[in-house]
DNA sequence: GATTGGATCGCCT
DNA sequence: GGCGATCCAATCG
């Protein structure tokens, strides 16, 4: 598999989301590989988008944002959760994708563990899902998806996605008009129809 | 210095 | 479909 590097991240953030669809997350993590296809993701359009988190400007948390395309920006939701994004667009704009839910495709077995009540459908579905499911901990926050031993990475296997459904953004409050979640119809993992 | 409010989830009825 | 869990910087006073 084709691992995705800067020029791929380093584009207009709807066209990112809309690319990432079909292709698949890996996290290179101590316990193994594991992860999946990305069939579900989101796009928070930087300064001038009042549901993005950099509307207000860079802060500690999120500076990941101000960074090169292709890092990952982690930050805790409710509390409880964590959501993972990937930065996107040229420098200077300060947006992300977040992903919403994968297909498991890798250490289902790993999964299984960290989310043993839950259906192998449902391992990923959501972000707090998905997250959980990898293990994916607040440290990976600022870091780089494209060095040659990043622990988390992005690939493309050839998978090419037939037909791809835009909706308005999940869960919050402001231009909750506007269609930037865009997802894989029919996979049984996303979160929601 | 205290309050507030989320890019959520799963269990309860 | 309602609610409690639980974090923490931004915001307000």
Known sequence: MEKLLYDFFCRDTIVVAEALLGKILIYHSSDGDIGGRIIETEAYLGEN???CHTCRGKTPKNAAMFGTAG????YRSYGIHLCYNITTDIPGMPSAVLLRSLE?????EIMAKRRPKAE???YCAGPGNLTKALGLDISLNDSSLLESDSLLAIYDD???????VSKPR?????????PLR???PGFSSLSRK
């Not at 890092?71 to 982690?74: E, I």
């Not at 999940?170 to 506007?178: T, V």
């Open 104 to 108: 498991p495709l890798f250490g289902l």
């Open 49 to 51: 988008d009042e549901a």
């Open 170 to 178: 999940i869960g919050i409050s402001k231009a909750q008009d506007l």
């Open 158 to 164: 050839g998978y090419q996605a037939v037909e791809i």
């Open 71 to 74: 890092r990952n920006y982690l």
């Open 182 to 184: 865009f997802y894989l």
């Open 120 to 122: 192998i459908s449902r």
